[in-house]
């Protein structure tokens, strides 16, 4: 059964650093996605990584895939307040498999 | 852009009775979905649905619960005699191809008293 673990699961960082989030997944996995969750709100997507060492930025955002080590990082750059918000990883498994299975998440705080 | 809708935003529904969650999904997507979060909780898969039958599900899935499309366009989940650990936030998805693209809803508060 696939398995989904992120890290950390709190980050308080301030204004102007650097940070990553780790994901690391049990199985086999054809494609990990990030998605970013205000409190009380729905799920937005922010990246779908389909194959080994795949690399995707947005803005101060970049998450990277490694399916040898079963792992994608999300990367922050330069934090500004409005990333706060907590970010979940997802995979699926292989063989066309439906369901994501989802991370932990990580709930991130950026302090001015 | 195109949006998975969902009603009510929010429901309070008494222990024991029946609760009828909606989802409208984007209008070309074939595959449709119901996870869960409790609040403070990882995002859990419910159930899977395409072609009109059940594809896949989650051993939350059990026979509490049941999922329709009754006309072409709304999705549902029904859960029958409701507990009070049934209390989370739903969220419907949807996605044009297998695993992939998947478009969440902004999801029904659940409350269980």
């Known amino acids: 059964e696939l398995k989904v673990e992120q890290n950390p699961l709190f980050l308080s960082m301030q204004e102007g650093k650097n940070y990553t989030i780790y994901c690391n997944y049990s199985t086999t996995s054809d494609r990990l996605y990030w998605y970013r969750q205000d409190p009380g709100k729905s799920l937005e997507s922010l990246f779908v990584?389909?194959?080994?060492?795949a690399v995707k930025q947005e803005g101060r955002l970049m998450a990277s895939l490694d399916t040898k080590a079963r792992l994608s990082t999300l990367h922050i750059t330069a934090a500004v307040h409005d990333l706060s918000a907590t970010y979940f990883c997802a995979a699926s498994s292989n063989f066309g498999n439906e369901k994501l299975t989802f991370g932990t998440g990580t709930r991130l705080t950026i302090i001015p | 852009e195109p949006e998975v809708t969902q009603t009510p935003s929010h429901q309070v529904t008494q222990m024991g009775q029946e609760v009828i969650l909606r989802c409208v999904p984007i209008?070309?997507?074939?595959?449709f979905y119901w996870y869960r979060q409790i609040l403070g909780q990882k995002v859990e898969f419910l159930v899977s649905f395409y072609n009109n039958e059940i594809s896949e599900k989650s051993e939350i899935f059990d026979d509490q619960f049941s999922v329709e499309r009754p006309d072409g366009s709304n999705f549902t989940l029904k859960i029958r005699s409701t507990k009070l650990e049934d209390s989370a936030m739903y969220f419907c998805?949807?996605?044009?191809?297998?695993?992939?693209?998947?478009?969440f809803g902004s999801g029904t508060r659940l409350t269980i008293v």
């Open positions: 990584l389909l194959s080994n060492g």
């Open positions: 209008s070309n997507h074939l595959y």
């Open positions: 998805a949807s996605s044009e191809y297998r695993n992939y693209g998947y478009t």
